[in-house]
Protein backbone atom coordinates (compact mmCIF):
# COMPACT_ATOMS: atom_id res chain seq x y z
CA UNK A 1 0.00 0.00 0.00
CA UNK A 2 2.82 2.47 -0.14
CA UNK A 3 2.34 5.78 -2.36
CA UNK A 4 4.57 7.98 -3.96
CA UNK A 5 4.77 11.67 -3.34
CA UNK A 6 2.84 12.61 -6.81
CA UNK A 7 0.20 9.57 -5.49
CA UNK A 8 -0.69 11.90 -2.73
CA UNK A 9 -1.47 14.83 -3.91
CA UNK A 10 -4.98 13.58 -4.43
CA UNK A 11 -7.18 11.91 -2.46
CA UNK A 12 -7.01 8.03 -3.24
CA UNK A 13 -8.96 4.70 -2.68
CA UNK A 14 -7.17 2.41 -1.21
CA UNK A 15 -8.13 -1.61 -0.47
CA UNK A 16 -8.33 -2.58 3.20
CA UNK A 17 -9.15 -5.29 4.78
CA UNK A 18 -12.50 -4.03 5.54
CA UNK A 19 -13.45 -2.20 2.33
CA UNK A 20 -11.91 1.32 1.59
CA UNK A 21 -10.01 4.06 3.26
CA UNK A 22 -8.54 7.19 1.66
CA UNK A 23 -4.92 8.58 1.71
CA UNK A 24 -4.33 12.24 1.28
CA UNK A 25 -1.00 14.00 2.17
CA UNK A 26 0.87 11.01 3.52
CA UNK A 27 -2.13 10.36 6.10
CA UNK A 28 -4.58 7.47 6.14
CA UNK A 29 -7.91 9.63 6.91
CA UNK A 30 -9.44 5.86 8.16
CA UNK A 31 -8.10 3.14 10.07
CA UNK A 32 -6.98 0.40 7.68
CA UNK A 33 -8.84 -2.23 10.13
CA UNK A 34 -12.17 -1.21 10.12
CA UNK A 35 -12.60 2.02 8.13
CA UNK A 36 -16.10 3.06 9.20
CA UNK A 37 -15.48 1.77 13.14
CA UNK A 38 -14.13 5.06 15.00
CA UNK A 39 -17.38 6.94 13.29
CA UNK A 40 -19.73 4.81 13.91
CA UNK A 41 -18.91 4.30 17.70
CA UNK A 42 -19.24 8.38 17.86
CA UNK A 43 -22.42 8.01 16.52
CA UNK A 44 -23.57 5.63 18.45
CA UNK A 45 -22.94 7.77 21.58
CA UNK A 46 -24.52 10.64 20.20
CA UNK A 47 -27.84 12.06 21.43
CA UNK A 48 -29.21 14.54 19.18
CA UNK A 49 -32.73 16.31 20.57
CA UNK A 50 -34.68 17.98 18.28
CA UNK A 51 -34.17 21.30 16.59
CA UNK A 52 -30.17 20.36 16.09
CA UNK A 53 -28.14 21.27 13.34
CA UNK A 54 -25.93 17.81 12.81
CA UNK A 55 -22.15 19.88 11.55
CA UNK A 56 -20.42 17.05 9.42
CA UNK A 57 -17.00 17.64 8.69
CA UNK A 58 -15.12 16.15 6.41
CA UNK A 59 -17.38 13.93 5.10
CA UNK A 60 -14.87 11.82 2.49
CA UNK A 61 -16.36 8.41 1.86
CA UNK A 62 -19.80 9.84 4.04
CA UNK A 63 -19.19 6.37 6.07
CA UNK A 64 -21.58 6.96 8.90
CA UNK A 65 -24.32 9.12 7.56
CA UNK A 66 -26.94 6.07 7.31
CA UNK A 67 -26.41 5.59 10.94
CA UNK A 68 -26.33 8.95 11.79
CA UNK A 69 -29.14 9.77 9.73
CA UNK A 70 -31.17 7.41 12.20
CA UNK A 71 -30.35 9.31 15.43
CA UNK A 72 -31.87 12.44 14.11
CA UNK A 73 -35.40 13.71 16.21
CA UNK A 74 -37.66 15.92 14.80
CA UNK A 75 -36.37 18.92 13.20
CA UNK A 76 -33.15 17.95 13.17
CA UNK A 77 -30.85 18.73 9.87
CA UNK A 78 -27.49 17.42 8.80
CA UNK A 79 -25.09 19.93 6.91
CA UNK A 80 -21.40 18.89 5.73
CA UNK A 81 -18.75 21.35 5.35
CA UNK A 82 -15.26 20.50 3.62
CA UNK A 83 -12.41 23.30 3.55
CA UNK A 84 -9.74 21.18 1.74
CA UNK A 85 -10.29 21.55 -1.79
CA UNK A 86 -8.99 18.81 -3.18
CA UNK A 87 -11.31 16.67 -0.85
CA UNK A 88 -14.22 18.60 -1.09
CA UNK A 89 -14.34 17.48 -5.04
CA UNK A 90 -13.88 13.86 -4.04
CA UNK A 91 -16.75 14.03 -1.65
CA UNK A 92 -18.48 15.82 -3.96
CA UNK A 93 -17.88 12.82 -6.21
CA UNK A 94 -18.69 10.36 -3.82
CA UNK A 95 -22.11 11.79 -3.10
CA UNK A 96 -25.52 10.56 -3.74
CA UNK A 97 -28.57 13.03 -4.70
CA UNK A 98 -29.92 11.76 -1.79
CA UNK A 99 -27.09 13.22 0.42
CA UNK A 100 -27.29 16.11 2.75
CA UNK A 101 -25.85 19.66 1.41
CA UNK A 102 -22.24 20.09 1.57
CA UNK A 103 -20.44 23.02 1.79
CA UNK A 104 -16.95 24.55 1.60
CA UNK A 105 -16.96 27.69 2.92
CA UNK A 106 -17.97 29.63 5.81
CA UNK A 107 -20.44 32.13 4.17
CA UNK A 108 -22.41 29.23 2.61
CA UNK A 109 -23.17 27.17 5.31
CA UNK A 110 -24.20 30.04 7.78
CA UNK A 111 -26.42 31.07 5.53
CA UNK A 112 -27.85 27.48 5.41
CA UNK A 113 -27.62 27.61 9.46
CA UNK A 114 -29.88 30.97 9.39
CA UNK A 115 -32.26 29.25 7.29
CA UNK A 116 -33.15 27.02 10.36
CA UNK A 117 -34.59 27.53 13.61
CA UNK A 118 -32.57 25.68 15.38
CA UNK A 119 -31.49 25.21 19.22
CA UNK A 120 -28.23 23.64 18.72
CA UNK A 121 -25.30 22.77 16.70
CA UNK A 122 -23.86 19.50 17.02
CA UNK A 123 -20.15 18.55 15.41
CA UNK A 124 -19.40 14.93 14.24
CA UNK A 125 -16.23 14.61 12.12
CA UNK A 126 -16.27 11.85 9.26
CA UNK A 127 -12.90 11.61 8.74
CA UNK A 128 -9.18 12.66 9.71
CA UNK A 129 -9.50 15.10 6.98
CA UNK A 130 -10.30 17.79 9.44
CA UNK A 131 -6.35 18.01 10.84
CA UNK A 132 -5.72 19.50 7.40
CA UNK A 133 -7.45 22.66 8.36
CA UNK A 134 -7.95 22.18 12.47
CA UNK A 135 -8.46 25.56 13.93
CA UNK A 136 -11.02 26.80 11.13
CA UNK A 137 -13.13 23.68 11.49
CA UNK A 138 -12.82 24.81 15.32
CA UNK A 139 -14.00 28.63 14.42
CA UNK A 140 -16.75 27.60 12.08
CA UNK A 141 -18.01 25.45 14.73
CA UNK A 142 -17.86 27.66 17.52
CA UNK A 143 -18.99 30.88 15.33
CA UNK A 144 -22.44 28.62 14.50
CA UNK A 145 -22.79 28.04 18.24
CA UNK A 146 -22.46 31.42 18.60
CA UNK A 147 -24.69 32.30 16.39
CA UNK A 148 -27.37 29.89 17.00
CA UNK A 149 -27.04 30.76 20.80
CA UNK A 150 -27.46 34.88 19.91
CA UNK A 151 -30.88 33.69 17.95
CA UNK A 152 -32.35 31.41 20.67
CA UNK A 153 -31.78 35.05 22.93
CA UNK A 154 -32.54 37.48 20.47
CA UNK A 155 -36.00 35.12 19.75
CA UNK A 156 -36.84 35.23 23.78
CA UNK A 157 -35.95 38.47 24.08
CA UNK A 158 -38.59 39.40 21.22
CA UNK A 159 -40.95 36.78 23.05
CA UNK A 160 -40.68 38.95 26.27
CA UNK A 161 -40.58 42.90 25.28
CA UNK A 162 -41.32 42.10 21.49
CA UNK A 163 -44.92 43.48 22.22
CA UNK A 164 -43.06 45.91 24.41
CA UNK A 165 -41.28 47.53 22.08
CA UNK A 166 -43.84 48.12 19.03
CA UNK A 167 -46.07 49.81 22.16
CA UNK A 168 -43.38 51.87 22.53
CA UNK A 169 -42.58 53.09 18.47
CA UNK A 170 -45.93 53.72 18.26
CA UNK A 171 -45.83 55.79 21.57
CA UNK A 172 -42.80 57.94 20.36
CA UNK A 173 -44.68 58.16 16.94
CA UNK A 174 -47.46 60.21 18.90
CA UNK A 175 -45.61 61.93 21.21
CA UNK A 176 -41.93 62.41 20.55
CA UNK A 177 -40.86 62.13 17.07
CA UNK A 178 -42.36 65.17 15.39
CA UNK A 179 -39.97 67.26 17.93
CA UNK A 180 -37.15 65.56 17.43
CA UNK A 181 -34.34 66.76 15.65
CA UNK A 182 -32.98 64.73 12.27
CA UNK A 183 -29.96 62.66 13.63
CA UNK A 184 -28.49 61.78 9.96
CA UNK A 185 -27.64 65.92 10.08
CA UNK A 186 -25.50 65.25 13.26
CA UNK A 187 -23.90 62.24 11.80
CA UNK A 188 -20.10 63.68 11.11
CA UNK A 189 -20.07 67.49 13.00
CA UNK A 190 -18.59 66.76 15.98
CA UNK A 191 -14.77 68.10 16.06
CA UNK A 192 -13.48 68.15 19.39
CA UNK A 193 -12.74 64.85 21.14
CA UNK A 194 -15.42 62.37 22.61
CA UNK A 195 -15.74 61.13 25.72
CA UNK A 196 -18.59 58.33 25.90
CA UNK A 197 -19.74 57.47 30.08
CA UNK A 198 -21.00 54.73 31.41
CA UNK A 199 -21.99 54.52 34.56
CA UNK A 200 -19.47 51.33 35.78
CA UNK A 201 -16.86 51.94 38.79
CA UNK A 202 -13.94 53.69 36.42
CA UNK A 203 -16.59 56.22 35.88
CA UNK A 204 -15.19 57.78 39.70
CA UNK A 205 -11.82 58.19 38.77
CA UNK A 206 -13.06 60.44 35.55
CA UNK A 207 -15.17 62.28 37.03
CA UNK A 208 -12.43 62.95 39.57
CA UNK A 209 -10.43 64.13 36.45
CA UNK A 210 -12.71 66.00 35.15
CA UNK A 211 -13.32 67.92 38.29
CA UNK A 212 -9.99 68.90 38.82
CA UNK A 213 -9.61 70.19 35.37
CA UNK A 214 -12.41 71.99 34.14
CA UNK A 215 -10.71 73.15 30.71
CA UNK A 216 -10.73 69.49 30.25
CA UNK A 217 -14.46 69.47 30.34
CA UNK A 218 -14.04 71.68 27.98
CA UNK A 219 -12.25 70.22 25.51
CA UNK A 220 -14.87 66.88 25.31
CA UNK A 221 -18.23 66.09 23.81
CA UNK A 222 -19.37 64.13 26.94
CA UNK A 223 -22.11 61.66 25.72
CA UNK A 224 -23.34 59.77 28.82
CA UNK A 225 -25.43 56.50 29.18
CA UNK A 226 -28.57 57.49 30.70
CA UNK A 227 -27.52 55.28 33.95
CA UNK A 228 -24.38 57.60 34.75
CA UNK A 229 -26.30 60.72 33.79
CA UNK A 230 -26.78 61.48 37.59
CA UNK A 231 -23.20 61.08 38.77
CA UNK A 232 -22.16 63.14 36.29
CA UNK A 233 -24.59 65.93 36.98
CA UNK A 234 -24.40 65.93 40.61
CA UNK A 235 -20.63 66.25 40.47
CA UNK A 236 -21.33 69.24 38.16
CA UNK A 237 -20.12 67.98 35.13
CA UNK A 238 -21.32 69.12 31.62
CA UNK A 239 -22.75 66.56 29.62
CA UNK A 240 -23.64 67.01 25.87
CA UNK A 241 -25.91 63.99 25.07
CA UNK A 242 -27.50 60.81 26.77
CA UNK A 243 -28.33 58.14 25.03
CA UNK A 244 -31.69 56.41 25.99
CA UNK A 245 -32.59 52.67 24.91
CA UNK A 246 -34.43 50.81 27.91
CA UNK A 247 -37.72 50.47 27.14
CA UNK A 248 -39.20 49.75 30.74
CA UNK A 249 -40.28 51.65 33.59
CA UNK A 250 -37.70 50.96 35.97
CA UNK A 251 -35.45 53.22 33.62
CA UNK A 252 -37.29 56.39 35.05
CA UNK A 253 -35.42 56.17 38.15
CA UNK A 254 -32.58 57.37 36.34
CA UNK A 255 -34.20 60.75 35.83
CA UNK A 256 -34.65 61.48 39.37
CA UNK A 257 -33.04 64.46 41.34
CA UNK A 258 -30.55 66.28 39.26
CA UNK A 259 -31.70 64.48 35.70
CA UNK A 260 -35.21 65.48 35.82
CA UNK A 261 -35.48 68.64 33.37
CA UNK A 262 -31.78 68.43 33.14
CA UNK A 263 -32.26 69.66 29.09
CA UNK A 264 -29.95 67.56 28.07
CA UNK A 265 -29.85 66.76 24.26
CA UNK A 266 -30.69 63.09 24.02
CA UNK A 267 -30.33 60.35 21.51
CA UNK A 268 -33.57 57.97 21.91
CA UNK A 269 -34.23 54.34 20.51
CA UNK A 270 -37.46 54.59 18.98
CA UNK A 271 -37.92 51.31 21.24
CA UNK A 272 -37.26 53.21 24.48
CA UNK A 273 -39.56 54.42 27.21
CA UNK A 274 -41.56 57.25 25.40
CA UNK A 275 -41.59 59.13 28.69
CA UNK A 276 -38.01 59.96 29.42
CA UNK A 277 -37.87 62.67 26.84
CA UNK A 278 -40.70 64.43 28.73
CA UNK A 279 -38.69 64.10 32.58
CA UNK A 280 -35.51 65.43 30.94
CA UNK A 281 -37.30 68.31 28.95
CA UNK A 282 -35.05 68.12 26.33
CA UNK A 283 -34.43 67.85 22.94
CA UNK A 284 -34.16 64.62 20.76
CA UNK A 285 -32.97 62.69 18.35
CA UNK A 286 -34.55 59.23 17.30
CA UNK A 287 -32.51 56.00 15.79
CA UNK A 288 -33.93 52.77 15.70
CA UNK A 289 -32.83 49.56 17.29
CA UNK A 290 -33.79 47.00 14.52
CA UNK A 291 -34.98 44.25 17.06
CA UNK A 292 -36.61 41.98 14.49
CA UNK A 293 -36.19 42.11 10.35
CA UNK A 294 -40.20 43.64 9.87
CA UNK A 295 -41.77 45.19 6.74
CA UNK A 296 -43.14 46.73 8.79
CA UNK A 297 -40.01 48.78 9.46
CA UNK A 298 -40.26 49.72 5.56
CA UNK A 299 -43.72 51.34 5.59
CA UNK A 300 -42.26 53.50 8.17
CA UNK A 301 -39.75 53.93 5.66
CA UNK A 302 -41.69 55.18 2.64
CA UNK A 303 -43.79 57.23 5.17
CA UNK A 304 -40.78 59.19 5.81
CA UNK A 305 -41.40 58.45 9.43
CA UNK A 306 -38.07 55.68 9.67
CA UNK A 307 -34.74 57.26 11.83
CA UNK A 308 -31.74 56.01 11.14
CA UNK A 309 -30.96 52.67 11.98
CA UNK A 310 -28.47 51.21 14.51
CA UNK A 311 -27.52 47.06 14.66
CA UNK A 312 -29.30 45.93 18.04
CA UNK A 313 -26.35 45.54 20.54
CA UNK A 314 -28.20 45.08 23.75
CA UNK A 315 -26.48 47.19 25.51
CA UNK A 316 -26.58 50.89 25.51
CA UNK A 317 -23.11 51.69 26.48
CA UNK A 318 -21.94 49.80 23.01
CA UNK A 319 -24.60 51.80 21.02
CA UNK A 320 -23.62 54.91 22.70
CA UNK A 321 -19.95 53.73 21.42
CA UNK A 322 -20.97 53.29 18.11
CA UNK A 323 -23.16 57.03 18.00
CA UNK A 324 -19.85 58.71 19.47
CA UNK A 325 -18.27 57.32 16.40
CA UNK A 326 -20.88 58.20 13.75
CA UNK A 327 -21.33 61.84 15.40
CA UNK A 328 -17.34 62.82 15.15
CA UNK A 329 -16.59 64.73 11.90
CA UNK A 330 -13.37 62.39 10.81
CA UNK A 331 -11.64 59.85 12.00
CA UNK A 332 -8.78 61.56 13.27
CA UNK A 333 -11.01 63.04 16.41
CA UNK A 334 -10.51 60.74 19.16
CA UNK A 335 -13.09 58.64 20.98
CA UNK A 336 -12.58 58.26 24.84
CA UNK A 337 -14.79 55.55 26.68
CA UNK A 338 -15.24 55.24 30.46
CA UNK A 339 -17.41 53.13 32.81
CA UNK A 340 -17.81 50.34 30.14
CA UNK A 341 -16.58 47.91 32.66
CA UNK A 342 -19.12 45.02 32.00
CA UNK A 343 -17.75 43.80 35.38
CA UNK A 344 -17.75 45.18 39.21
CA UNK A 345 -15.66 44.91 41.67
CA UNK A 346 -16.65 42.93 45.54
CA UNK A 347 -19.63 45.12 47.31
CA UNK A 348 -20.08 47.61 44.47
CA UNK A 349 -21.67 47.22 40.85
CA UNK A 350 -21.98 50.48 39.81
CA UNK A 351 -20.44 54.21 39.80
CA UNK A 352 -20.71 56.23 43.15
CA UNK A 353 -24.46 58.56 42.36
CA UNK A 354 -25.84 56.14 39.85
CA UNK A 355 -29.38 55.58 40.82
CA UNK A 356 -28.32 51.61 41.38
CA UNK A 357 -25.74 53.20 43.99
CA UNK A 358 -28.22 55.37 45.53
CA UNK A 359 -30.71 52.98 45.99
CA UNK A 360 -28.39 50.93 47.64
CA UNK A 361 -27.85 53.54 50.09
CA UNK A 362 -31.36 54.62 50.82
CA UNK A 363 -32.06 50.61 51.24
CA UNK A 364 -29.58 49.93 53.60
CA UNK A 365 -30.47 49.41 57.59
CA UNK A 366 -29.34 47.43 59.82
CA UNK A 367 -29.98 44.35 58.19
CA UNK A 368 -29.59 45.51 54.97
CA UNK A 369 -25.78 46.37 54.37
CA UNK A 370 -24.63 49.75 51.22
CA UNK A 371 -21.90 46.77 50.24
CA UNK A 372 -23.67 44.76 47.15
CA UNK A 373 -21.72 41.78 47.96
CA UNK A 374 -24.12 39.75 47.21
CA UNK A 375 -23.75 40.41 43.43
CA UNK A 376 -20.07 38.94 43.16
CA UNK A 377 -21.31 35.63 44.99
CA UNK A 378 -24.77 34.75 42.90
CA UNK A 379 -24.23 31.74 41.50
CA UNK A 380 -22.73 31.88 37.52
CA UNK A 381 -20.83 35.07 38.44
CA UNK A 382 -17.45 34.58 36.55
CA UNK A 383 -13.87 36.10 38.38
CA UNK A 384 -11.20 37.14 36.27
CA UNK A 385 -8.20 39.38 35.79
CA UNK A 386 -9.49 42.74 33.69
CA UNK A 387 -6.87 45.28 33.29
CA UNK A 388 -4.20 47.25 35.58
CA UNK A 389 -4.25 43.49 36.92
CA UNK A 390 -7.33 44.68 38.99
CA UNK A 391 -9.77 41.09 39.88
CA UNK A 392 -13.17 41.82 38.42
CA UNK A 393 -16.39 40.46 38.94
CA UNK A 394 -19.04 39.45 35.69
CA UNK A 395 -21.49 37.75 34.06
CA UNK A 396 -22.34 35.97 30.97
CA UNK A 397 -24.13 38.48 29.81
CA UNK A 398 -21.74 41.25 30.61
CA UNK A 399 -18.87 39.34 29.28
CA UNK A 400 -20.99 38.77 26.38
CA UNK A 401 -21.69 42.51 26.09
CA UNK A 402 -18.06 42.82 26.07
CA UNK A 403 -16.96 40.64 23.67
CA UNK A 404 -19.65 42.08 21.29
CA UNK A 405 -17.72 45.50 21.74
CA UNK A 406 -14.46 43.59 20.52
CA UNK A 407 -16.19 42.79 17.51
CA UNK A 408 -17.33 45.71 16.70
CA UNK A 409 -14.95 48.90 17.90
CA UNK A 410 -11.70 46.96 18.49
CA UNK A 411 -10.59 48.00 14.95
CA UNK A 412 -11.43 51.27 15.13
CA UNK A 413 -9.25 54.53 14.77
CA UNK A 414 -8.70 56.54 17.22
CA UNK A 415 -10.91 54.84 19.88
CA UNK A 416 -9.28 55.17 23.74
CA UNK A 417 -9.65 53.36 26.42
CA UNK A 418 -9.74 55.90 29.78
CA UNK A 419 -10.76 53.23 32.05
CA UNK A 420 -8.74 52.19 34.91
CA UNK A 421 -10.38 49.00 35.40
CA UNK A 422 -13.07 46.94 33.94
CA UNK A 423 -12.41 43.85 31.55
CA UNK A 424 -10.25 43.96 28.79
CA UNK A 425 -11.62 45.37 25.52
CA UNK A 426 -8.62 45.43 23.38
CA UNK A 427 -8.41 49.21 22.30
CA UNK A 428 -5.54 51.21 23.53
CA UNK A 429 -5.08 52.41 26.80
CA UNK A 430 -4.59 56.86 26.95
CA UNK A 431 -4.89 58.80 29.84
CA UNK A 432 -7.96 61.31 29.68
CA UNK A 433 -5.95 64.34 30.41
CA UNK A 434 -3.83 64.72 27.46
CA UNK A 435 -6.83 67.00 25.91
CA UNK A 436 -6.46 69.31 29.16
CA UNK A 437 -4.43 71.80 26.96
CA UNK A 438 -5.86 71.16 23.45
CA UNK A 439 -6.59 74.56 21.60
CA UNK A 440 -10.42 73.36 21.16
CA UNK A 441 -11.96 76.70 18.91
CA UNK A 442 -15.20 74.59 19.43
CA UNK A 443 -15.54 74.62 23.07
CA UNK A 444 -19.01 76.56 23.64
CA UNK A 445 -20.36 73.66 20.76
CA UNK A 446 -23.62 71.88 21.40
CA UNK A 447 -25.52 69.49 19.53
CA UNK A 448 -28.47 70.30 19.97
CA UNK A 449 -27.17 73.49 18.31
CA UNK A 450 -25.69 72.46 15.28
CA UNK A 451 -28.64 73.45 13.00
CA UNK A 452 -30.46 70.20 12.26
CA UNK A 453 -33.76 70.32 11.26
CA UNK A 454 -36.67 68.57 12.43
CA UNK A 455 -37.54 65.02 11.55
CA UNK A 456 -41.16 65.35 10.32
CA UNK A 457 -44.02 67.19 10.41
CA UNK A 458 -47.03 66.35 12.72
CA UNK A 459 -49.18 65.83 9.39
CA UNK A 460 -47.40 63.28 8.04
CA UNK A 461 -47.26 61.30 11.37
CA UNK A 462 -50.99 61.76 11.79
CA UNK A 463 -51.75 60.69 8.32
CA UNK A 464 -49.81 57.36 9.39
CA UNK A 465 -51.44 57.32 13.00
CA UNK A 466 -54.92 57.26 11.13
CA UNK A 467 -53.78 54.75 8.38
CA UNK A 468 -52.75 52.26 10.60
CA UNK A 469 -56.13 52.62 13.03
CA UNK A 470 -57.97 51.92 9.94
CA UNK A 471 -55.92 49.00 8.83
CA UNK A 472 -56.28 47.78 12.02
CA UNK A 473 -60.01 48.00 12.34
CA UNK A 474 -60.66 46.89 9.18
CA UNK A 475 -58.62 43.73 10.48
CA UNK A 476 -60.53 43.63 13.80
CA UNK A 477 -63.80 43.67 11.92
CA UNK A 478 -62.68 40.45 9.33
CA UNK A 479 -61.27 38.34 12.10
CA UNK A 480 -64.25 38.87 14.36
CA UNK A 481 -67.32 38.90 11.65
CA UNK A 482 -65.85 37.31 8.41
CA UNK A 483 -67.98 37.39 5.65
CA UNK A 484 -70.18 39.37 7.29
CA UNK A 485 -67.82 42.01 7.72
CA UNK A 486 -68.88 45.24 6.33
CA UNK A 487 -65.30 45.35 5.13
CA UNK A 488 -65.30 42.20 3.11
CA UNK A 489 -64.87 42.33 -0.42
CA UNK A 490 -66.74 39.59 -2.19
CA UNK A 491 -65.21 40.17 -5.47
CA UNK A 492 -62.02 38.76 -4.38
CA UNK A 493 -62.09 34.82 -5.56
CA UNK A 494 -61.09 31.63 -3.77
CA UNK A 495 -58.40 30.09 -5.00
CA UNK A 496 -56.51 26.23 -4.61
CA UNK A 497 -54.25 27.47 -2.11
CA UNK A 498 -56.46 30.20 0.14
CA UNK A 499 -59.50 31.82 0.32
CA UNK A 500 -60.77 35.14 -0.60
CA UNK A 501 -60.79 35.92 3.65
CA UNK A 502 -57.33 34.75 3.76
CA UNK A 503 -56.36 36.64 1.24
CA UNK A 504 -57.79 40.25 3.00
CA UNK A 505 -56.22 38.80 5.88
CA UNK A 506 -52.83 38.14 4.11
CA UNK A 507 -52.81 41.99 2.56
CA UNK A 508 -53.13 43.66 5.92
CA UNK A 509 -50.89 40.91 8.11
CA UNK A 510 -48.45 41.18 5.33
CA UNK A 511 -46.31 44.37 6.73
CA UNK A 512 -47.71 44.32 10.34
CA UNK A 513 -45.92 41.90 11.80
CA UNK A 514 -45.93 43.62 15.28
CA UNK A 515 -49.01 42.09 15.96
CA UNK A 516 -47.31 38.48 16.41
CA UNK A 517 -43.52 38.83 16.27
CA UNK A 518 -43.41 38.15 20.40
CA UNK A 519 -45.63 35.02 20.14
CA UNK A 520 -43.11 31.85 20.70
CA UNK A 521 -44.89 30.65 17.64
CA UNK A 522 -44.25 34.30 15.40
CA UNK A 523 -41.47 33.71 13.30
CA UNK A 524 -43.97 33.18 10.25
CA UNK A 525 -47.71 34.27 9.89
CA UNK A 526 -49.88 31.47 9.78
CA UNK A 527 -53.63 31.24 9.39
CA UNK A 528 -54.87 29.10 11.23
CA UNK A 529 -57.81 29.53 13.97
CA UNK A 530 -55.51 29.93 17.07
CA UNK A 531 -53.00 31.97 15.03
CA UNK A 532 -55.85 34.49 13.97
CA UNK A 533 -57.26 34.86 17.69
CA UNK A 534 -54.29 35.70 19.18
CA UNK A 535 -53.63 38.19 16.79
CA UNK A 536 -57.66 39.53 16.97
CA UNK A 537 -56.62 40.19 20.73
CA UNK A 538 -53.50 41.98 19.82
CA UNK A 539 -55.36 44.19 17.96
CA UNK A 540 -57.28 45.62 20.67
CA UNK A 541 -54.39 46.17 22.93
CA UNK A 542 -52.73 48.14 19.59
CA UNK A 543 -55.62 49.85 18.59
CA UNK A 544 -55.68 51.49 22.40
CA UNK A 545 -52.21 52.89 21.81
CA UNK A 546 -53.53 54.26 18.27
Known sequence: MEQTQSDNKKPCLIQCGQGFCVSYQNRFLYSKYGPDRAVKAVIQ??????????????????????????????NCKIACLELDKELYSFAKSQAKDDYPPLFDNYNDILNYTLQGNFKRVIRVDFSAGTVFFKDQYDAVTYNLQQIVFANIKNRLTLVN???????????????????SLDLKSLFSTVTKPVLVCGAGESLDVTIRQLKDNPQLQDNLCIIAVDAALQCLLDNKIKVDAVVAVESQLAIEKAYIGSAKDCRVFMFCDLTSRAHVPVLSGSNTSFFLSEYADLKFFNRLERSGLLPPVLAPMGSVGLVAVDLALRLRKNEDIPVFVTGLDFSYSRGKTHAQASHAHKGKIFGSDRFNAIDNIAAACNEGTISLQGINGVTVFTTRNLKNYADLFVQKFSSCKNLFDARNQGIELNILPKDLTDCKDLKCSCSNFKLSDAGSPRFCSQDKVNAFINDERQALEKLKSLLSYGKDSPYYDNSIQDDTQYTSLQKQLLVLLDEREYLYIHFPDGQKLRLDGDFLKRIRIEIDFFLKEL
Do not use: H, M, Y
Open 161 to 179: FGRLFSKNVFKNLKSNIQN
Open 45 to 74: NLAIAPDSLVLVCSPCLWLGLAELTQKLSD
